[in-house]
């Protein structure tokens, strides 16, 4: 993709929430890629996941070491392939990289947001791109594809704007949270709140951040991103100074790879955006509204799906991701599912895997575009 | 229908327009991409092979990537008008469960095998004292897929104890053709048997 740049725009027309607040005036920062064509019809929306952003794809600079969390699938000549398709990566509502969240300043009080940011959900993140999507002229997706959370919401926009997504591509993803990963999420969230440097989430005031509770919540969210296999792999048993010290040092290669981890995470992320996040997981269900039966809210969805999971991710494993096959094809509709052999655990849907890449871009390469 | 696999050919032959179907070890997606475009129909295609998976989706056919021996414990029952399994009940592991999930999940059921039971298989048994290798059944007994052979005789009787009604039947040859001996002594002269299963 080579260098890009973040786009910036401010709405000011009101946003009704799901929690019964309303954001009255927001900005969304974004990332596009490729060229709109002249019918609009070659859009896709990539939605990103608990800690990424925007920047999906490309580089923000020359000097950059990294580049965007979805850059070996989104570019010329791969599986969203920019020479066909115009790629929109929004930052989303909450988050802490520009578009607006607790760490905003509330035109009200003239103060940071902090705990008075209302609380959001996959629904709201919807209505939110929703909004993203008039001002750039897109009146449907060609698809909206996403991984983990970013994979719910592309379910989501589905069932939500069935005439708006052409294809949803939900990769590494779950029909709801189960109890297990609920309480990984309330662990990483007391982790932030009783770090005595949250004031009640209003550390902003006091110029600090609450880091040793985030640092602790990203350790734990990184331990259920990957998979026992994978951290075996890596580290082993292995000693950081090859021998054992007999004290509460950092001593296993493990302890010090999630402690950097931690750390990183403090530099570039916002705790009131963490607690904000993982309440839109834990809140995500979108078969509520039917009394528990997804295959019910999938009638009335006409994109064709397109779903992936790994075999070593726990978080949302196969079995998840099967849930989601048999909703779809209880209810009729057009369904594709691949399960790739992965020791990376959940982040398997942003690494290399030949056999992945090769499915997603078969499946991306079948969607119709004008030219 | 000449691009399509010969046995296939007589299968769609059985096949409604604007049915809902499962086409169980569906390989390439060759059967559903041509039911697709000249039936109408609706439906997917289960295969546990990475190579057929991605076929299948360069044909646009639905795949949906599983081990049919961990059952079709995610379709409900009766939800499609037709099962189908070409060439796959004798690699399964428990073929009878199988079978018996096809029923269960489909209206209609078309099974095809390779008939065990035919003259040469027998013959090359008899004669040689060893496990008949054919061109059909190239493979030698250690590393076949084929763990489950069966004969025209052994699946009708296994429908009979089952209580499974035999719809159609076709016995034919490699080619697909029949002729007076494959009518007379089917379990004798058939090389490839087709089934259509109607539920219990």
Known sequence: MGVVSPKSHHFSEPLSLVCGKTIEQYDIVYETYGTLNANADNAVLVCHALSADHHAAGYHSNQDKKPGWWDLFIGPGKPIDTNRF??????????CSGSTGPKSINPASNKAYGPEFPIVTVVDWVNYQVRLAQLLGIDQWAAVAGGSLGGM???????????????????????????????????????????????????????????????????????????????????GRELKNQQLNYDYGVEFEVESYLRYQGESFVNRFDANTYLLMTKALDYFDPAEKEAGDLSEVFRKVSAKFFLASFTTDWRF??????????????????????????????????????????????????????? | MSELRIELQRICEWIEPGSRVLDLGCGDGSLLEWLQKNRNISGYGVDINPE???????????????????????????SFDYVIMTQALQALQFPHQTLAEMVRVGRKSIVTFPN???????????????MPVSKALPAQWYDTQNIHLCTVKDFEQFCKQQ??????????????????????????????????????
């Not at chain 1, 007391?190 to 005031?205: E, L, T, V, W």
Request: charged share 25%; proline share 3%.
């Open chain 1, 86 to 95: 115009f790629v929109v990566s929004p930052c989303n509502l909450g988050h």
């Open chain 1, 153 to 235: 919401q592309a379910m989501q926009w589905a069932i939500q704007f069935p005439d708006k997504v052409r294809h949803a591509i939900v990769i590494a993803a779950a029909p709801k949270l189960s109890a297990q990963n609920i309480a990984f999420n309330a662990v990483a969230r007391q982790a932030i709140m009783s770090d005595p440097d949250f004031h009640q989430g209003r550390y902003y005031d006091h110029d600090t951040v609450p880091a040793s509770g985030l640092k602790v919540a990203r350790m734990l969210g990184h331990i259920t991103y990957l998979s026992d296999d994978a951290m075996g792999d890596k580290f």
């Open chain 1, 317 to 371: 494993s196969p079995k998840r991701s099967k849930e989601i096959v048999k909703a779809l094809t209880d209810a009729g509709r057009d369904v594709s599912y691949l399960e790739f052999e992965s020791n990376h655990g959940h982040d398997a849907f942003l690494v290399e895997h030949a056999d992945y890449i090769s499915a997603f871009s078969t499946y991306m390469q079948n969607i119709e575009v004008s030219s």
């Open chain 2, 52 to 78: 057929n998976v991605l076929s299948c989706l360069k044909k646009k056919v639905n795949i949906i990537q599983a081990d049919l021996d961990a059952g079709l414990t995610d379709f409900e029952d009766g």
């Open chain 2, 116 to 130: 065990f039971g035919l003259w040469k298989h027998r013959v090359y048994l008899a004669m040689k004292g060893r």
């Open chain 2, 163 to 200: 209580s499974l009604h035999i719809a159609k039947r076709d016995i034919v040859d490699y080619e697909h053709r029949s002729d007076a001996l494959m009518k007379l002594w089917p379990n004798l002269f058939g090389e490839v048997a087709l089934y259509q299963i109607n539920g219990k």
